[in-house]
DNA sequence: GCTAAGCTTGAAGTGCTGTTTAAGGTCAAG
DNA sequence: CTTGACCTTAAACAGCACTTCAAGCTTAGC
């Protein structure tokens, strides 16, 4: 029943851990399997034991998870393990991750143009193949955006 | 090696409609089956035999793509077959991928603000932790979609 | 008529991501 | 003793758009 009660000051179980941050337990090994989580501390029943910050790492995951990045990308930002942190490289990973934002943002933009000139065109004439030259307008720049 | 050679007024095959469309065989077959292209005549060889106009409906097929629509909902828009086009469906589903899109820049948005937010926060003091209570900002209104 | 290129089929494989599940076993509490 | 949390590794799932494979046709050029 107790398996959840919080030992108070000191280590977390993963059940635990997960009650805490609502990830699963599976999804808590599959990030440490993957670096991102860093091997948690076995106690003589083999179980981890997780210190309490660790609540806090799955959090920032959960976050960058939340600003688009993939696992892959968190581990590149958050360092394999408990390592140090390294400011820059989380600058760096930040600033890639905006300006992978920035591009399909501007896909989107693109899109939106095109679609809604399509739009457009088939109230005045009911001719899909006039729509085709639209996709020149999809390539052409996929950047800024004309009408 | 004439095997992709016009037939000038006829019908293709369908290396010849891959030659004029940039999709492979495999590709077109792949549509086929999944119903955006509508069954092709055969020859008496067996051979699939398509009319001039299969061209222009596999570049709508791929400008639909260009617009983010996966080959499903081409298949809602364009409608099973050879049929006749229902201008309602097409409408309706152009203006849903609108909404769709419409829906990840919004996404995307929050994911920007967020990802700026967090730089500002990172350059005066340095804790990750503290960028944590961001996750609220991009719950606040987009849909929790990443992609 | 030989050979290479093109066509036929259906099934299975590919690549990517993030989990979840399954199978088989250990550990702790009621 | 039984339940439930935990352990392991490996495999399955889900979604998308194809590609590849195998085996066996046809067609065209020489």
């Known amino acids: 029943m107790n398996a959840n ?3 108070s000051g000191a280590a977390l179980r993963i059940g635990e851990l997960a009650a805490a941050t609502g990830v699963s337990t599976s999804a808590l090994r599959f ?4 670096g991102l989580l860093g091997k948690a501390a076995r106690g003589g029943n083999g179980y981890r034991q997780y210190a309490p910050d660790a609540v806090e790492r ?3 995951i959960r976050l960058a ?3 688009g990045f993939s696992l892959e990308q968190v581990r590149g930002i958050l360092g394999r393990a408990g390592e140090p942190l390294d400011h820059q490289q989380i600058l760096t990973g930040l600033q890639a991750r905006l300006a992978e934002i920035e591009q399909m943002q501007s896909t989107l933009a693109a899109q939106h143009t095109g679609l809604t000139c399509m739009l457009g065109k088939l109230h005045e004439h009911w001719d899909l193949g006039r729509c085709l030259p639209l996709a020149k307008l999809l390539d052409g720049h996929a950047a800024g955006d004309s009408a």
Chains 1, 2 share one sequence.
């Open 5 to 7: 009660s919080p030992a």
């Open 31 to 34: 990030y440490e399997k993957h």
């Open 58 to 60: 799955v959090g920032l």
């Open 65 to 67: 998870q939340r600003l």
